[in-house]
């Protein structure tokens, strides 16, 4: 005989198991199968199928209904946890269908103490908070290695990101500041143009977005006399902080990065003729990418940013 056709004759089946603790609960088969509205031979039947599969008597039968025996309690208690466990592993499967519970991922290269980036991860928690949601900050070459090859779901970042397949939706833009000790000269001024930046000293984070603010300084300081000294530092923003309360230079930063208070600093906006000088950021994410986190989260995007996103 087939032994896939022998095992299923002489699987326990979830229905006889939900019998069986409805009649102990109800301590009574014929009261339990009208409850269930099912015929009392039906229910008595299905438990006396499952006794003759685990091999022991799980009730003891009496004119005034039914009592556990002492093996039958262990079979119950354990019935009762398998029959929980099932609950809950239907209920947290329609939960991932519907995008109200599962795993989103989202990578960035530019700080959330503060912004549009915070305010959208706390309001998304706050909305689904059976979503686990995991942060990675990296450079955007390795955020777009990741999202290729599905260890994040999207990607929130400046700039370009060299992928073919991936969708993108546009999103807010951030002005850029310029970060100097609380007692510098340029701090009396409640802004600074580019132009003011001539005669000073740069500190630059080498990870993102450090290279953009470069490339950006360049375009705006076209000739190199009225250029600043630009010292590039393959250490994080926070011990770029640090050194400019030592009083090695000053920075650029992103609106966002205001959130992390530095005892001694303070920010002032950059601008050039025009105004603000800012940069944009977009939502990155793989076509083919099913999560059905993933589409809770790109509608509260369009939700929160629907001026950038009425086109598409």
Request: with cysteine; proline share 4%; charged share 25%.
């Amino acid at each position: 005989m087939d032994q896939s056709r022998t095992s299923r004759e002489h699987a326990v089946d979830l229905q006889q198991l939900r019998f069986a603790v409805a009649a102990a609960d109800y301590g009574s088969i014929r009261q339990a199968a009208e409850l269930l509205s099912i015929r009392h031979s039906i229910l008595s039947r299905s438990i006396r199928q499952l006794e003759h599969l685990i091999g022991v008597a799980i009730f003891e039968r009496s004119g005034g209904g039914v009592k556990p025996t002492p093996a039958g309690r262990s079979v119950l208690r354990m019935a009762r946890l398998i029959l929980e466990q099932v609950d809950v592993l239907v209920a947290t499967a329609k939960s991932n269908g519907r995008g109200e519970a599962g795993r989103l991922s989202i990578g960035f290269c530019t700080s959330i103490s503060a912004g549009n980036l915070r305010a959208t991860l706390t309001e998304f928690k706050n909305r689904l908070p059976r979503i686990e949601l995991a942060t990675f900050e990296r450079s955007r070459t390795r955020l777009a290695t990741a999202l290729r090859n599905g260890t994040v779901d999207i990607l929130v970042v400046t700039g370009e990101v060299p992928l073919l397949d991936n969708n993108v939706r546009p999103l807010w833009s951030e002005r850029i500041l310029v970060s100097l000790a609380e007692d510098h000269p340029l701090a009396t001024r409640s802004a600074i143009y580019w132009t003011d930046l001539r005669n000073e000293t740069v500190l630059l984070s080498q990870h993102d977005p450090g290279r953009e603010l470069e490339d950006l300084l360049i375009s705006k300081l076209v000739s190199p006399e009225d250029r600043p000294r630009i010292e590039r530092h393959d250490v994080s923003r926070g011990i770029i902080k640090s050194l400019i309360s030592m009083k090695l230079g000053i920075s650029l930063v992103l609106e966002s990065d205001v959130g992390a208070s530095f005892a001694g600093l303070v920010y002032r906006e950059l601008r050039d003729g025009t105004g603000s000088t800012r940069f944009d950021f977009a939502a990155h994410w793989r076509a083919d990418n099913d999560n059905p986190a993933l589409d809770g989260f790109l509608k509260l995007l369009a939700e929160r940013y629907p001026s950038l996103t009425s086109g598409e």
